[in-house]
């Protein structure tokens, strides 16, 4: 019997190392954020198996508002503090949800997800937003996925701390 790391997840160490570079030479030349999370969410989407959503809150104020992302359309305005994704930001953490529907106040976007992980960015050492990622599977994400999107995280934090413009954008 496999292990939930090897049947959850498509990534294997090898590949994963080379998607990050992918992602990094994808957003390192470009400054402008909405382009990079734009790019970035196109980038995981297509390489994550079994999502149906991929995508970027950004905070203003005490608001998370929806950002670049892939799948459908979804939820404009969270509440700081609530569901996985205000939650997470708030907490600044990671949260992995096995089963999003034992989630207290999660916000149901798209009714096929059923699990989600949300992993909050930062830059100038303040939490910005978040890189939320919904599946249509329950536990989904493994500890693999986890590390492996966390460092994806930290890629886009640097594309974000590019963006001279980006003090203004907010
Ligand atoms: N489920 C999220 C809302 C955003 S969608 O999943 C795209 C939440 O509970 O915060």
């Known amino acids: 019997m496999s292990t939930s790391n090897e049947t959850n997840s498509k990534i294997e160490p090898p590949l994963s190392t080379t998607l ?9 030349d470009e400054p402008d954020t909405i382009a990079n999370l734009a790019n970035a969410s196109a980038f995981i989407f297509e390489h994550l198996s079994k999502v149906n959503w991929v995508g970027f809150y950004l905070l203003k104020e005490e608001t998370l508002v929806l950002g670049p992302f892939q799948g459908k359309p979804a939820c404009v305005r969270i509440q700081n503090g609530k569901g996985v994704c205000g939650t997470a930001t708030k ?3 990671t949260y992995v949800v096995p089963n999003v529907h034992e989630f207290p106040g999660h ?7 059923k699990s989600e992980i949300v992993i909050p960015l ?8 978040c890189l939320d990622i919904d599946s249509p ?13 966390e460092e994806a995280g930290k ?11 980006w003090k203004e954008l907010n």
Request: proline fraction near 0%; charge should be negative; hydrophobic fraction near 45%.
């Open 122 to 129: 930062h830059a100038n050492g303040a939490v910005v937003g």
């Open 91 to 93: 907490a600044d953490k």
């Open 137 to 149: 599977e329950y536990d989904r994400f493994s500890q693999a996925d986890r590390e492996w999107l």
């Open 107 to 113: 916000i149901a976007c798209d009714a096929a997800s």
């Open 155 to 165: 890629i886009i934090e640097q594309a974000i701390k590019n963006d001279v413009f």
């Open 20 to 28: 990050l570079k992918s992602l990094r030479v994808l957003l390192e």
